[in-house]
Every structure is written in C-alpha cells, then in structure tokens.
C-alpha cells in the first residue's frame, strides 16, 4: 500500500496560527536570550562616555596582569576537569557496556548523581574529606608523615568539578559504546586484535563523536562556573572576575562585559571545535547495539580488577555526598577524620528558617520547566512539522543557550532591564519572574532536545490518519501528537526542573532578598562562614533529595503513561 505523506505546514487557516507560534517563540527567545546576551557583547565594544565603537577595553583586559591570568587559569582548568572527568567517565562506561558485569544499570545510576548536587556544595564536603586538615589527609600525615595538595588552590576547582561533571562524558560514552556494530570488532578480532588494542583501535575510535560531545560540556560548564571558584577562594579566574567586577564596580564598568564577551567566545569555540574535530570523518556503522563478542565475561581476575576500579571510581564521586551527609549531622567538624558528635540541630533550624528556599525553588524551577516544555515542543513541531522559513533558526536560537554562562546572562538582564520600570517605578529586573525567565532559557536546550527526541518517533502516518478522518490541526496535536510525546514532554520537564533546581550562577546576580530567593541560593549564602555550613550542608541533603524524589516520580509517570498507550509490555 503506497504511504500518502502529509504536507507540511498545509494551506488554510492552520498557517496564520503556525506563524503566530513561531512569531511568538522568536520573540520570546529574542528579549530574553539574544537580546541580553547581544547587550553585553555591544556594551564590551563601546567606548565609556563616548558610546563609540572601541577595542580599548579589550586591549585594557589583555595589559592587566590579573585578567591575563584568570583567563589563562579558566583554561588550564577546564581542560584539566576534562582530564581527571575522563579518567572517572570511560573506565566506568566501558566495563558496564562491553562486558558482562553484575551491577552495571546501579553503577550507571550511582554515576549520574554528582549532577542533582551543586558542585560548590560539593567543594565544602571536599574540603572536609581531602583539604589540608581532612580526614584523607590527616589519615596520610598520622600513618605516612605527608600530605597531598587535593584542594588547594586550582587543583581543588579541578578536583570538585571534575568528579562533578564526568557523567556528561559517561553519559555520552556510554550511549556511544552501545550503538557500535558488533560486526566491527568482529572483523578486528578476527585479524587479531582483542583486549587494549581492540578497544584503543576499534572500539574507542567509534566512539569518539560521544566522548567529544560530553568532553566540550564538561570544559564548558567548568570553564562558566562561578560558586566553586569562590567557594574554595579562588578569585583570579574569569568568571569570578567578571561577577567581582559588576557587584563591587557596579553595571557601568566595561571590563566585566569584556570578561562576559570572552566566557562566551570560548564556550562558543569549545562547543564548535568538538564538531569541527569529527567534520570530514565517518562514524557511521551498519546496525546499531554492540552486543555479540563485544560483551564478554570477564574471568575472575580480570572480574577484580574491574570491581576494584568500579568501587575506587565510585567511593571518589559520591565523596561529596558522604561528605555533605556527614556534616549536616556534625557538631563539630575540625582538624579530625571525622565529626567529634552528631546532631538534629541543623536540620531543625533550616526547616524553621529555610522553608522559604524549598517553597521558591519548587515554584522557579517548575515553573521554568514548564516553559521550557512549552517553548521545547513548540520548536519541535515547528522545525519537524512544517516547511515555515526560519524555522531552523528557532532551535539554533534556542540551543546557543548552552553557549551562554550564567554570570552572562545575569549581567545581560541586569543591563537590558534595570532600567526599564513597572508604573509603581520597580525595576523589571529585581522581579522574581527574571530569576523564573533566566532559569528557563538556561535549560531550554536540555528539554528542548528531550522533546524534539520525543517527536522524531512518532510518525506522521498517525496525524495523517487522524486529519484524513476529519479531525482538525489543533484536535489532532491536542488528541495524537501531545499523548504520544508525553514521556518526552515529562522528561524534558524532569531535565529543566532538576537542573534549574540546583542553578546559581544568574540566580546569584539576579536575586534581590532571602525571601525570594532559591534553595541554590540560600545553601550559597549558608557556606559562606564555618557556623553556617553544618545548616547548609543540612539544606544541601534536602535539595538533593527533593530533586532526587521528583526525578524518581517523574520516572513513574513516564513509565504509567508508557504503558497506558501500550509503549511498553
């Protein structure tokens, strides 16, 4: 039977609503996406006074010492993160794809949840476990008489960050590993090769377009970090300098729309030298899964050794946590291997005084998860669904988020919107709603690509049955299409709140009282002296457990609604 395709974006009354949304979505990603980021990028080339076109200020960053090395040091350390993320990532996700290893879907769980915790909450349990008077290194001088510089200076940013974000890179390994053509190692087998040279000349090879994808997030979200270098009091790097400059100079100061420009040219450069490396080269295989030879048993020696690695990795990246847990019931934590006692105390006083963080964050970070899903689907549909001009550049707008750090886009907003005012003279800027707006488009390209994954699988065979029986564009998108991609829909949604949840950088530029403010921010305010740290490590456990908790129901609905639609068996 010859497939009739449906034409997209058809004739009628149906294209003005089409353009209507895509008119929408532009607009709404042009005031708070472009144009913010645009201002910063303008006010870095204009001179002060004058408003002329200038390089002056680019050439005061580059004949000032302590900007010359902030940036040198962002560098070192983001490629360093990338390193040491490597090192965790690929020993992980290569024994639970390639080998038959009990345990691999919880060690692959375990892996993912350095991501639901900030990574500056994380620097402080570091510091407990492996700073100079930790429990790692107090343990070293008592039985070995030396220490080891884990958290001092640059080597701490790169520790925490590293054990951070590394499931970016297992993630994409790990998916990567999976899709690779069993018949391939087949043939390298059979000409020789096994073991090491298999996986360094075969396997890892084809794999590289996923390693390359998560290495660039990982050098990115490093390289536009701003709680942890603070945290840990390391100031000469760019994005501390450029959120020094505006809270200590103030809004008028070039210089820190100068450090801006320059946090999103290399974010923009990293993201586009990991496509650039694999343009000319073919990846491709003939059929996807890597299962047959590939994943053998391994024999009792070889079974050691990978459960060693397994659990060195493992107690390594969740260290954070078990640190965090470990303070937040301390009473005092100082120059010992562990706390002198425990106690309730911490928790009692965040649930009297903190209340107020968990109730913003639920409604902030939902509420940007719904846009994000809103905005997200309406892409999809648009660049899938229709043949309307420009709409490619919808979801390119919407992606070049990822490009934009933080700090950026709180200088952005700052400048674009400060100085326009409600009726009651309010500036639009210190509105809880720009801290809603800011989270969302800061998570936008997450759930939009959760959703966009959502609508590639449903055929259009369906809408096409669906209209030929009568039903309009509106019913069927409204009966077909949104039931289908529900668990797209709800993941991307899971994606935006969780990461939204834990978000500081433009919180922190944007937030104007405690009492509007979220968890990430309070928990940032907390570890800012000694006495705070045992509540804030306390609100730190709470955070992760609320976001643990809805990602988990979240995972449930999925899977009703998948079964519901007979999805799954």
Not at 22 to 31: D, Q, R, S
């Amino acid at each position: 039977m010859a497939e009739v395709s449906l034409p997209r974006a058809k004739a009628g009354r149906q294209v003005p609503g089409l353009v209507l949304l895509m008119l929408g979505i532009a607009a709404f990603l042009a005031i708070f996406l472009l144009i913010p980021a645009g201002t910063v990028i303008v006010v870095a080339f204009t001179e002060k006074g004058s408003g002329a076109f200038t390089l002056v200020n680019f050439l005061d960053f580059f004949s000032n010492d302590l900007f010359k090395r902030s940036l040198v040091n962002s560098l070192y350390v983001s490629a360093m993160s990338v390193v040491w993320a490597s090192a965790f990532a690929l020993p992980l996700a290569i024994i639970t794809t390639r080998f038959e290893f009990r345990g691999a879907v919880l060690i692959q769980t375990l892996g993912f949840l350095p991501l639901i915790m900030p990574p500056f909450v994380g620097a402080v349990a570091m510091q407990l476990l492996f700073g100079r008077n930790g429990t790692f290194n107090l343990l070293l001088e008592q039985n070995f008489g030396f220490r080891l510089p884990f958290m001092e200076g640059l080597n701490g940013v790169i520790f925490v960050q590293s054990l951070h974000y590394f499931p970016f890179i297992l993630i994409n390994v790990s998916n990567s590993l999976r899709q690779i053509d069993s018949s391939m190692e087949e043939a390298a087998q059979n000409m020789g090769a096994s073991g090491f040279t298999l996986l360094r000349k075969i396997v890892f090879p084809l794999a590289m377009p996923g390693y390359l994808a998560g290495a660039a997030l990982v050098f990115v979200k490093v390289f536009d970090d701003l709680a942890t270098p603070l945290l840990l009091n390391v100031k000469d790097m760019l994005a501390p300098q450029a959120y020094l400059r505006v809270t200590s100079i103030g809004l008028a100061d070039p210089m820190g729309y100068v450090i801006a420009t320059i946090l999103i040219a290399v974010s923009i450069f990293a993201m586009w030298g990991s496509v650039a490396i694999m343009k000319g080269r073919d990846y491709a295989t003939v059929q996807r899964g890597g299962g047959g030879l590939a994943r053998r048993k391994l024999k009792p020696n070889e079974a050691a050794l990978a459960y060693g690695v397994v659990v060195l990795v493992l107690l390594l990246v969740l260290s954070p946590h078990i640190g965090l847990l470990l303070l937040s019931f301390a009473t005092i934590w100082s120059f010992s291997p562990l706390p002198d006692g425990y106690t309730l105390a911490h928790y009692s006083r965040v649930m009297a005084e903190s209340s107020i963080y968990i109730r913003n964050t639920l409604v902030y970070a939902s509420t940007a998860g719904l846009i994000d899903v809103v905005i997200g689907g309406g892409i999809a549909y648009l660049v899938l669904r229709t043949k309307l001009f420009g709409r490619q550049w919808l979801d390119w707008a919407a992606s070049a988020a990822l490009a934009v750090p933080g700090v950026v886009l709180g200088i952005g907003y700052l400048r674009t919107f400060y100085n326009v005012s409600l009726p009651d003279g309010t500036p639009l800027a210190t509105l809880p709603v720009m801290v809603v707006l800011a989270l969302a488009i800061r998570r936008l390209p997450y759930a939009l690509r959760a959703v966009f994954a959502a609508m590639q699988q449903i055929s259009v065979s369906l809408e096409e049955a669906a209209e030929n029986l009568g039903a309009n564009k509106s019913r069927t998108v409204r009966r077909i299409v949104l039931p289908l991609m529900l668990g797209g829909l709800l993941a991307g949604f899971v994606t935006s709140f969780a990461t939204a949840a834990v978000e500081l950088s433009a919180t922190l530029m944007l937030i104007q009282s405690s009492n509007e403010a979220p968890i990430a921010y309070g928990l940032y305010m907390f570890m800012q002296s000694p006495a705070g740290r045992g509540p804030g490590a306390a609100l730190g456990v709470i955070a992760v457990l609320l976001v643990a908790v809805c990602t988990f129901v979240s995972h449930l609905v999925i899977e009703r609604s998948q079964k519901s639609l007979g999805l799954k068996k």
